[in-house]
């Protein structure tokens, strides 16, 4: 468990230490401070997720199995349908690295690796007011950190999640499609990565809160099970065969932390500071409040909810910095509260038995 604690301490103790040295010394010029703490988590995510044992993820070794198999496969086969049903750009992925690796499976994940710490890493840097809370908030309530072990596939579709925001963001919609198409070649559920634009730039206020999402999300959840029946077709006959039978999953932890942030970001902010990136934030948040909900009937709508789960982190702190009033000491007592929390629930969640992807303990590849 070393490891771990080194990738999630190291962080936290150079914020401590760097905020008190800040606050007294460097940014004399500037009220904002750069998210070193960031990049710094990400750069030893980087190497532990380079450097893991095919022990580490449950799905590894079946990746491993992939890899050989489609990096040894000609070139004209790759492009076909032959072997294990896999999407287009995940073969081609591994033929690539099968053949710059010199047939390596660890040059593999080092390749994506690289490809989803520089995607996640450059968004929270450029885009949270507190590097901390985005970490630990990452670590926690995303999942997306322990799929980063395991999930090839749809970690890269997530880290493409980023550029396709900052298209949605700018109003791209053509490079936006074309984004989200990219995803879909290296996992198929990356297609609901569509509903980004329009929940980005629908102006919901707190009114449309309390009389269109709240009695929106009980009935969702009134009628999960018949929803997710009805709506599962769309995701294409593969996601039907897999996960057409409805689960009582008991995932209602996550729906009351998730409804509780989204009860949080209409209530606490002055809405006349809310700028439109936090609040398409704010909407992408209440969006995953929905997604979550049916997670309840079937595990498989989780894996929808990673693309909107991944600007959790990004949401609430910049809704606890538009604060109604002036009132520095409810800020920093929910900062304080939030960072103690989560802090002791990744590690309470670390050293427990609950860890259905099996990434821990951690081991070296040349363990």
């Known amino acids: 468990m070393a490891p771990y604690c080194f990738l999630v301490g190291a962080p936290l103790l150079f914020s401590l230490f760097y905020n008190l040295k800040s606050d007294s010394q460097i940014n004399q010029q500037s009220n904002k401070k750069k998210n070193y703490n960031i990049l710094i988590f990400f750069s030893g995510l980087f190497l532990l997720l380079s450097l893991r044992s095919a022990e580490v993820g449950i799905d590894l ?127 198929k559920s990356a297609f609901i990565m569509l509903l980004l ?48 039978e409805v689960q009582n999953t008991g995932a209602i932890t996550m729906i009351i932390l998730i409804a509780m942030f989204v009860i949080f970001s209409f209530v606490v902010p002055d809405e006349g500071k809310m700028d439109d990136e936090t609040i398409g934030l704010r909407n992408i948040l209440s969006l995953s409040l929905i997604l979550q909900i049916f997670a309840t009937a079937n595990f498989v709508a989780m894996r929808f909810n990673y693309y909107f789960l991944l600007f959790l982190p990004l949401t609430i702190p910049r809704i606890i910095n538009r604060w109604q009033g002036d009132d520095k000491n409810s800020k920093l007592i929910t900062n304080i509260v939030l960072i103690l929390f989560f802090a002791a629930y990744y590690f309470y969640r670390a050293f427990s038995d609950v860890d259905p992807l099996e990434i821990y303990p951690y081991s070296f590849f040349w363990q």
């Open 197 to 244: 634009y329009p929940a980005y730039h629908i102006k919901l206020k707190p009114l449309h809160a309390a009389t269109l999402l709240a009695p929106a999300a009980f009935l969702i959840y009134l009628l999960r099970n018949q929803l997710f029946e009805l709506l599962l077709p769309l995701a294409g006959e593969e996601y039907v065969d897999k996960y057409g």
């Open 61 to 187: 070794s079946a990746y491993k199995t992939y890899f050989n198999y489609f990096g040894a496969m000609s070139t004209e086969k790759v492009f076909g349908n032959y072997g294990y049903e896999m999407e287009l750009g995940y073969k081609i992925l591994n033929k690539i690295t099968y053949v710059l690796g010199n047939k390596e499976f660890q040059f593999h994940l080092t390749v994506v690796a690289g490809i989803c710490c520089a995607s996640v890493a450059t968004l929270y840097y450029k885009e949270s007011e507190n590097g901390v809370i985005t970490i630990l908030l990452f670590l926690t309530t995303t999942s997306i950190f322990d799929l980063m072990f395991s999930g090839i596939r749809q970690v890269i579709a997530i880290a493409l999640a980023v550029p396709t925001f900052y298209l949605v963001k700018n109003k791209k919609i053509l490079w936006f499609l074309l984004c989200v198409f990219l995803a879909t070649l290296f996992h």
